[in-house]
């Protein structure tokens, strides 16, 4: 209390005495120095003074006129920009929350989705979506129009209604690859993906079919069971087809349109009207990587856009994939086809495992744009 009295008593005196000194230079606004109350004081205030107390002599700076003056003059634009800086914070984060909440309520795409076998490899069983949560609904549901394309000789009638699959053969041992990569358990059979477009009509890429088309069969519901490791090789009569004719292809897109000898008695999928998909546009893709059953691949988005007839992705992809349709995350709309990618395994000198590579060391998976289809797909 003494030394405030003190203080006060300086500032005063300084009041009477001093020239010019700026009305807004009081005790309360002079910053302490160090860890000792030191006040800042005009030089020509101190001269005033002509005896500093004893008491004082410790706590008192003298500075030039136009010093403490800046120092004033620093700290009031300190506090000005602090606030400033909070009202522009408090600003960003109301937009911030405003932008969350408009995706939020109109594409409901920031849910978490599903994680794959490692944080490298997003496919997912379609038996892990759950149909009570909308967004995987939508996805379980296109997972239905979507087929495996199989030779012949691998799938056998057993009765009039039913047909068995030979399903002896492993990704592992097809591909020799290590131990530990994702699905390294499960059959391979197909070499390819078909999706329905049409009453009759049916999309795949272009070198999906080496071979005439009566080489080939269509199979839907070849997926892994709910129960982990289990699959049904038992397919009924009525989840195969025959494919027909070659309505149309294009060598150059890599596609393939072409008509089964009876109609689906499944859903066409729902083709996107927007040809340009922007950069960042979240996707995912359904189909049989390497010929396994059905995986969906989450996750992704559009790397790459520049080219009028296709774009690349980060999709996780192998060649089972092609023909695999490829979505649009927040209409569930098909937007492309897959048709090629990156080296899916590569040797290590004992076996075989997936191969990485991230843009833009890697251009990523290729697909063709679906519009180039337009005329070719049922209304």
């Known amino acids: 209390m003494r030394f405030w009295g003190l203080c006060l008593l300086i500032l005063f005196l300084s009041s009477c005495f001093a020239r010019k000194v700026p009305r807004s230079v009081t005790f309360r606004?002079?910053?302490?120095?160090?860890?000792?109350?030191?006040?800042?004081?005009?030089?020509?205030?101190?001269?005033?003074?002509?005896?500093?107390?004893?008491?004082?002599?410790?706590?008192?700076?003298?500075?030039?006129?136009?010093?403490?003056?800046?120092?004033?003059?620093l700290k009031q634009k300190v506090v000005k920009q602090q606030g400033q800086k909070q009202v522009k914070q408090k600003k960003a984060v109301n937009q911030k929350s405003m932008m969350f909440s408009n995706i939020k309520s109109n594409l409901e795409l920031k849910k978490p989705l599903l994680s794959g076998p490692s944080q490298f490899d997003s496919r997912i069983e379609p038996s892990i979506l759950n149909v009570k949560i909308p967004w995987q609904k939508k996805i379980h549901d296109n997972v239905l129009s979507i087929g495996i394309v199989i030779e012949k000789d691998k799938i056998h009638a057993i009765s009039d209604t039913s047909f068995q699959i030979e399903a002896g053969i492993t990704l592992q041992s097809r591909y020799k690859l290590c131990v530990d990569e994702p699905f390294a358990d499960q059959p391979v059979i197909g070499v390819g993906t078909a999706f329905i477009i049409g009453k009759r009509t049916m999309v795949t890429a272009g070198h999906v079919f080496t071979e005439p088309l009566e080489n080939y069969i269509i199979v839907f519901g070849f997926e892994m069971l709910k129960e982990k490791?289990?699959?049904?090789?038992?397919?009924?009569?009525?989840?195969?087809?025959?494919p027909k004719k070659?309505?149309?292809?294009?060598?150059?897109?890599?596609?393939?349109?072409?008509?089964?000898?009876?109609?689906?008695?499944?859903?066409?999928?729902?083709?996107?009207?927007?040809?340009?998909?922007?950069?960042?546009?979240?996707?995912?893709?359904?189909?049989?990587?390497?010929?396994?059953?059905?995986?969906?691949?989450?996750?992704?988005?559009?790397?790459?856009?520049?080219?009028?007839q296709?774009?690349?992705?980060?999709?996780?992809?192998?060649?089972?994939?092609?023909?695999?349709?490829?979505f649009n995350m927040a209409t569930n709309d098909v937007i492309g086809v897959l048709v090629s990618g990156e080296v899916d395994y590569i040797w290590n000198g004992t076996?075989?495992?997936s191969s990485l590579c991230q843009f833009p060391y890697c251009k990523g998976e290729k697909v063709m744009k679906i519009s180039a289809l337009a005329d070719y797909i049922n209304p």
């Open 246 to 308: 070659i309505s149309h292809k294009d060598g150059d897109l890599d596609l393939m349109v072409f008509e089964v000898t009876e109609e689906i008695t499944r859903s066409a999928l729902s083709i996107s009207p927007i040809v340009n998909h922007a950069i960042d546009t979240e996707i995912y893709m359904i189909g049989y990587p390497s010929g396994l059953p059905a995986k969906v691949a989450l996750n992704a988005e559009i790397q790459e856009n520049s080219h009028p």
């Open 29 to 73: 606004e002079l910053e302490p120095i160090a860890d000792k109350a030191i006040v800042l004081l005009p030089e020509a205030t101190v001269s005033a003074l002509k005896v500093v107390p004893v008491e004082l002599a410790n706590n008192i700076a003298i500075a030039p006129m136009e010093v403490v003056t800046n120092q004033l003059v």
């Open 229 to 242: 490791g289990k699959f049904n090789t038992i397919i009924a009569k009525n989840n195969i087809y025959y």
């Open 351 to 353: 076996c075989n495992k």
């Open 310 to 326: 296709f774009f690349y992705t980060s999709l996780d992809a192998f060649q089972g994939n092609s023909g695999s349709p490829v």
